[in-house]
């Protein structure tokens, strides 16, 4: 399940009903300095009171070795069927960079899609230890194979955006969600562990690509003044009616939106129903240097099956995907939306391929054109942003 993050087997949104207790919801930039420009500075004391505050950060972590994935209690975090979890750690010394990284595995918001989603995780990974993709330290290609590396693993089933400790789902029982919490407290051991870091990138693919997103604000108040970038791998944010209101409203009842992604984006995000783009746009607009970018094929099998799950007012299922023209409008109209940002970009390709960053051969072969008439790889893309901190929209 880790690289299929929602594989959702038939049956309704509807006649699976889920009840939430505990929460009320309602191109280029001309460098990497996410943090230089003041306004993102501040942001280390920014925000809402209800998001975690930094100044109880923990202490560093230690009996790592370079170049060897280690793993890390944090007894504060919780999966979503309440056995603590941690992340690991795999650091390079010689390096002064770091990517953080999220991993895919599903979503709980019923029964049917609980039981497809991981509900522990206690040293226990896909990911870690991977030589693909991003993660490979073993292609020198790869333009952050030599720098420290964190993974957080799944378990939290809220595609790591909820504060939600008192969730309850029909016909799966209680959950935590609290993927949102969770991050906050990794944060407080990661900091302190790398306090002379220079640049960081948050990424993440499918669950995580849209956990990615969600956390970036507090990820940036927490490394700030030093750049964050952004690189979301499958899981685009559109707005209603591309990826339809009724679903968003109920994860957000469900998860606790209105304490992280409403609570971080405050007056920005008026709607639910347009939340993923406004947040995007607030989050583009708070950090006007820092690369923020997706990458989605314009029929990804497994968010199309997704988003099904809100078809006609939410009786839709995983077997009654979009069709793959409303999934290239939703894409199309959040780059429309987001069009006047010139630190947004995305690397968009025709397919129905899921996830990119941790597969080699995607993340090796994958091209798509150019305005100029080229064509760039997906490797080569990454590496501009990485390395130059210049960001483009390529693809149709």
């Known amino acids: 399940m880790k690289h299929t993050a929602f594989c959702f087997f038939g049956l309704s949104f509807q006649a699976l009903t889920l009840v939430a207790c505990g929460s009320s919801s309602s191109n280029k930039t001309t460098g990497n300095n996410a943090g230089e420009d003041g306004g993102a500075a501040n942001e280390a004391s ?8 930094w100044a109880d950060a923990g202490a560093p972590i230690t009996g790592t070795n370079d170049m060897n994935w280690t793993w890390v209690d944090v007894p504060t975090a919780f999966c979503r069927n309440g056995s603590a979890t941690g992340f690991w750690v795999n650091p390079n010394s010689a390096s002064k960079k770091l990517m953080i990284f999220l991993e895919g595995g599903g979503a709980c918001f019923n029964a049917l899609t609980c039981a ?20 490979n330290r073993g292609d020198m290609a790869n333009p952050v194979h030599d720098w420290n590396f964190v993974d957080f693993p799944y378990c939290s089933g809220d595609v790591f955006s909820g504060n939600n400790p008192n969730g309850m789902v029909q016909g799966a029982g209680a959950q935590q969600f609290v993927g949102y919490l969770n991050v906050a407290e990794f944060m407080k051991r990661i900091v302190p562990t790398f306090p002379d870091v220079t640049q960081v990138l948050l990424t993440g693919v499918s669950a995580g690509g849209f956990g990615s997103s969600a956390n970036y604000g507090q990820v940036a ?43 971080e984006c405050g007056s920005d995000c008026p709607d639910v129903g347009s939340l993923p783009v406004d947040a995007s746009k607030h989050i583009a ?47 199309n109209d959040a780059r429309m939306q987001l069009s006047a940002y010139p630190n947004v970009g995305g690397f968009i390709f025709d397919g129905t391929r899921h996830t990119s960053l941790s597969t080699q051969s995607a993340f090796d072969t994958q091209t798509v054109p150019t305005t100029d008439g080229g ?19 390529v693809g149709p």
């Not at 920014?46 to 505050?53: E, Y």
């Not at 990974?125 to 993709?133: D, W």
Request: with cysteine; hydrophobic share 40%; glycine share 10%.
């Open 46 to 53: 920014a925000g809402p009171t209800a998001l975690p505050a």
């Open 116 to 135: 497809a989603n991981p509900s522990a995780a206690a040293g226990g990974s896909s990911y870690a230890g991977s030589t693909a993709g991003i993660l």
């Open 221 to 263: 108040r927490a490394f700030a003044p030093v750049p964050v970038t952004l690189l979301d791998d499958s899981g685009p944010q559109m707005r209603d009616p591309y990826l339809a209101k009724c679903l968003l409203q109920a994860q957000s009842t469900l998860w606790g939106w209105d304490k992280t992604l409403i609570a």
């Open 285 to 331: 607009t708070r950090y006007p240097h820092a690369p923020l970018a997706l990458i989605e094929a314009t029929d990804d099998m497994t968010i199309t099956g997704f988003f099904g799950f809100g078809l006609n007012n939410c009786t839709g299922s995983f077997t009654t995907p979009v069709p793959k023209q409303q999934f290239t409008d939703g894409l």
């Open 375 to 393: 064509t760039v790889s997906l490797k080569d893309w990454v590496t501009d942003i990485v390395v130059n901190g210049k960001i483009a929209n």
